[in-house]
């Protein structure tokens, strides 16, 4: 099974694509999606949903796990990134692929048994997952593949 996690944002989307084979994790893709903060709220949103349509055909995944928005301690951002997130929903239903959402403190519980884990202690047990694989440098996309192990992990296939 292949399953793409998305960690929503204006500026930065991150992206994990894991398959899932016998019960191991094999990160078969991550990276970023990086908008300009000159060019407009609609150009902006436009670039996410060309973007997602070409990682969706890229990598053809069977679901796709996107952070849902739950808290944010910044109120500015909060509008930016939901639009971002609504294209990405968007997006992701025209192309018939199941959607499975989950907050940052789901992600947390599921990976480390701690609701309120740090980020570091995600990051240790994402690169604990992928065992003697090169993990990417970025928060958002070490995020993104959080979210698509904690989908894995809530459907029982590790």
């Known amino acids: 099974m292949r399953i793409m ?6 500026a930065l989307i991150g992206y994990g694509v894991i398959d899932i084979d016998n019960g ?3 990160l078969s893709a991550s990276g970023s999606i990086r908008t300009d903060k000159n060019r ?11 973007d997602m349509q070409e990682l969706i055909e890229t990598y053809t995944p069977d679901a796709i796990s996107v952070e849902d928005l739950f808290f ?5 951002t909060i509008i930016p990134v939901a639009q971002s997130r609504g294209v990405i ?8 692929i199941p959607i499975y959402e989950y907050t940052p403190m789901q992600v947390k519980q599921v990976l480390t048994g701690y609701g309120r884990a740090d980020k570091k202690e995600v ?3 994402v690169k604990l997952v992928l ?8 928060d958002d996309t070490i995020d993104a593949i959080a979210i698509a192990i904690t989908h894995a ?3 029982n296939m590790l």
């Open 153 to 155: 992990r809530t459907i």
């Open 24 to 26: 191991s994790v094999i």
């Open 5 to 10: 996690g998305i960690d929503p944002g204006m």
């Open 40 to 50: 407009s709220v609609p150009a902006r949103l436009a670039e996410i949903m060309n």
């Open 131 to 138: 065992t003697n694989q090169k993990l990417p440098k970025l």
């Open 72 to 76: 944010f301690k910044n109120q500015k």
């Open 123 to 125: 990051e240790s047990m």
């Open 89 to 96: 929903l968007a997006i992701i239903e025209a192309n018939h």
